[in-house]
């Protein structure tokens, strides 16, 4: 079964350091692999997704993740980090097709970053 | 247009009380999808509509209960909550797939609910 872990609940940044948040998932078939990111009180937006037509891939916002099918990683990170970026962020993976057009993502547990001014 | 709205943005309801979260979508999208989020938790899967049908519902008490009038709209109709259903409740859309695309879920703002 697909599944995605995402290593440390809560990350610190200072503002204009990498931002570097883990995720490293698990599927017996090619994944398909989403970061969202949700603000206080606020639905989750996308921020980019891997679908396999290249292996780095970019985001908005300034972030990109790399698709590493030697470590099952995608890991998301941006350069320099902004206060705006202080937020939860989600990895997850889509669940094997079920054959009824709709699909189910299985969602790490989360990411907090807060961003150090 | 990529949005999703819900209303209200918030609810505050008795045990006793029946009341319906709203959601639409104008992008054409034929799949739509309810989630449940509690604090500091990921959102989980409650009910899932492709064209307009219930295909998949994750064990979900009875007490919630969606519809899916039209291919814009999807409610979830509320009913003798307990406390515990106190959470985000999150509406999304998708495209439909073949299985061999990736189509990504545009989420709302959510219905911050409280059972009182």
């Known amino acids: 079964a697909q599944s995605v872990t995402q290593l440390g609940s809560h990350v610190s940044v200072s503002e204009g350091a990498l931002v570097l948040l883990r995720c490293n998932y698990s599927s017996s078939v090619p994944p398909y692999l989403f970061w969202y990111v949700q603000y206080p009180n606020q639905g989750l937006q996308l921020l980019l997704k891997y679908t396999s037509a290249a292996t780095l891939v970019k985001g908005i916002n300034g972030f990109e993740a790399e698709f590493k099918k030697s470590e099952t990683s995608f890991h998301l990170t941006k350069p320099s980090a902004h206060m705006s970026d202080a937020a939860e962020y989600f990895c997850?993976?889509?669940?094997?097709?079920?054959?009824?057009?709709?699909?189910?993502?299985?969602f790490g547990k989360g990411t907090k970053l807060s961003v150090i001014p | 247009d990529t949005e999703v709205t819900q209303t209200p943005k918030h609810l505050v309801m008795g045990m006793t009380n029946k009341k319906s979260l709203k959601c639409e979508q104008h992008?054409?999208?034929?799949?739509m999808y309810w989630y449940k989020q509690k604090a500091k938790k990921p959102p989980e899967l409650m009910f899932v509509y492709s064209y307009e049908k219930l295909s998949i519902n994750e064990s979900v008490p009875s007490r919630f209960s969606p519809e899916c009038p039209n291919s814009s709209l999807l409610n979830l109709h509320l009913h003798a909550l307990q406390p515990e259903d106190s959470a985000l409740y999150l509406c999304?859309?998708?495209?439909?797939?073949?299985?061999?695309?990736?189509?990504?879920?545009?989420f709302g703002p959510g219905t911050r609910l409280t059972v009182t």
């Open positions: 999304a859309s998708s495209q439909l797939t073949s299985g061999s695309a990736s189509y990504e879920q545009y």
């Open positions: 992008m054409g999208h034929r799949a």
């Open positions: 997850a993976v889509r669940r094997t097709y079920s054959g009824a057009g709709s699909y189910q993502l299985t």
